[in-house]
């Protein structure tokens, strides 16, 4: 069977059936597996599993060493070959040592610490406890080398391989393969709701993932982003960037968590790391974390145009709402991608009460666009809205910090949509989503989605 087809999962697992019946095969198999670091993790973790003979293996013995090398586990593969020496020396000559064990020596050597090293050259003999003066030395070598229990071997080996396996499971493949483009809505309440104790399994919080072509982004991590994030079946690869738009906790509560697993996945790699699109506030109170990363800090400012890549562009937009006491530094978002059509524009409205500026804002973003689709961030209902109703003639009174009916209406109007997403639902507004969803396409007449996990609008294709 050609070994070039073969994934490195198959290749594990034909090398551990052949192990019994045809070692060479088998080792043949394994030293195919070398050349990447999730790999050789998983070499480490078949020989453990199969508790393999080290002294009287030498091809094993040297394909161990040179696994181990690869993801630095330098010492474990000096003391296997300080022992292998030892019992050679005696039970037959040196002279006996095969080159495939020669070799790997070498490879050790020129990457051993001075520890090592000393393994390598006997300076350091095979443990024993009385040769260990403090308390401390005796309990660190008892976990690490042999053991006064004969455990420490196995639990520092087995440590290490699962430290090893936990780093290798971050690095899956990429999920949104292709260049399809989507809106996945990983969240169902915005606000508060989604901390409150006890915990109801459908108070998820979270934000958004879109994927532009086959490049993804991260908008707004709030509470419980990961938890959504991951249970969708997406990875960390499927992660090109990341917009916070405003330093609110329900659209920030993860990233800190969300920076420390990508840092920790692309440790040793050689891609960059992500690029991060932030508001002025939360770049500012998480600089200590981000810093090094490819950070630009987005200001609200009418038509500046941030390039992502040859066809992807993002448009930070003015916002209405307030940030403590930062006043507003939040921004709204236009996401536009060139295709042979013309642009698609996705407009986020971010968190924003309505005022008439942002109508002229919107429908310059609606100009340069050939279709768009709105997210629009609802929230909630509000008083203040309905006087006019009853008494007509009397002008509404928006909410000044979040859209709600009003708003939304005007938003509307404003960006001539091809779509609607209601989006960043209030939890009272819940069970009346349905009837606002269709009191939007029945008023003007476009399709209107439901911006929500597990509902028919948490995942919207868009052509371009």
Not at 123 to 133: I, R, S, T
Not at 287 to 296: D, Q
Not at 374 to 383: C, D, I, M, Q, R
Request: a negative charge; aromatic letters at 8%; proline letters at 4%.
């Amino acid at each position: 069977m050609p070994l070039q087809g073969l994934t490195t999962d198959r290749k594990l697992n034909l090398a551990r059936r052949r192990w019994r019946s045809e070692r060479a095969g088998a080792y043949s198999l394994l030293e195919g597996c070398l050349q990447e670091f999730p790999a050789a993790v998983g070499v480490l973790e078949l020989f453990d599993e199969l508790q393999w003979d080290r002294l009287n293996d030498q091809r094993g013995l040297a394909l161990f060493v040179r696994a181990c090398v690869r993801v630095d586990r330098n010492l474990a593969a000096a003391r296997a070959l300080h022992d292998f020496v030892l019992h050679l020396a005696q039970t037959s000559s040196l002279d006996d040592m095969q080159d495939e064990v020669r070799e790997a020596i070498d490879a050790l050597a020129e990457t051993a610490t001075p520890e090592v090293r000393a393994v390598l050259r006997g300076k350091v003999p095979a443990f024993q406890p009385e040769g260990h003066g403090s308390p401390r030395e005796l309990f660190l070598a008892s976990f690490y080398l042999n053991s006064l229990l004969n455990l420490g071997s196995q639990c520092g080996l087995r440590a290490f391989a699962r430290k090893l396996g936990l780093a290798a499971e971050s690095a899956q493949q990429r999920q949104s393969t292709g260049r399809s483009t989507y809106l996945r809505f990983l969240k169902r309440y915005s606000s508060f709701t989604p901390m409150m104790a006890p915990r109801h399994k459908d108070r998820i919080g979270g934000g958004y993932f879109f994927n532009f072509d086959s490049y993804g982004v991260v908008v707004d991590p709030g509470h419980r982003f990961l938890d959504t994030f991951f249970g969708e079946n997406l990875k960390l690869d499927d992660i090109n960037g990341i917009v916070v738009t405003h330093f609110h906790d329900d659209h920030y509560a993860d990233f800190p968590a969300l920076i420390s697993l990508l840092f920790q996945h692309f440790k040793g790699s050689n891609r960059r790391h992500v690029d991060l699109f932030l508001d002025a506030t939360t770049s500012e109170r998480f600089a200590p974390l981000i810093e090094g990363w490819n950070t630009t800090v987005m200001r609200s400012e009418t038509g500046t145009i941030l390039p992502i890549n040859d066809t992807l562009s993002l448009e930070p937009l003015p916002t209405q709402h307030d940030i403590m006491e930062h006043g507003n530094t939040g921004v709204g978002l236009a996401f536009r991608l060139e295709g042979p059509a013309g642009a698609s524009t996705v407009l986020v409205t971010g968190d924003t009460g309505w005022n008439e500026s942002l109508g002229d804002c919107y429908k310059s973003v609606r100009r340069k666009s050939a279709s768009l689709v709105l997210v629009a961030h609802v929230s909630s209902v509000y008083e203040g809205e309905v006087p006019a109703i009853l008494s007509g003639g009397v002008t509404v009174r928006p909410y000044e910090k979040h859209l709600c009916l009003y708003g939304l209406a005007k938003a509307i109007e404003a960006s001539s949509p091809e779509t609607v997403v209601l989006s960043e639902i209030g939890e009272e507004l819940d069970p009346w989503l349905a009837t606002l969803s269709l009191l939007v396409e029945r008023t003007y007449g476009v399709p209107c989605l439901i911006g929500q996990i597990d509902s028919s609008g948490d995942r919207l294709g868009i052509g371009h």
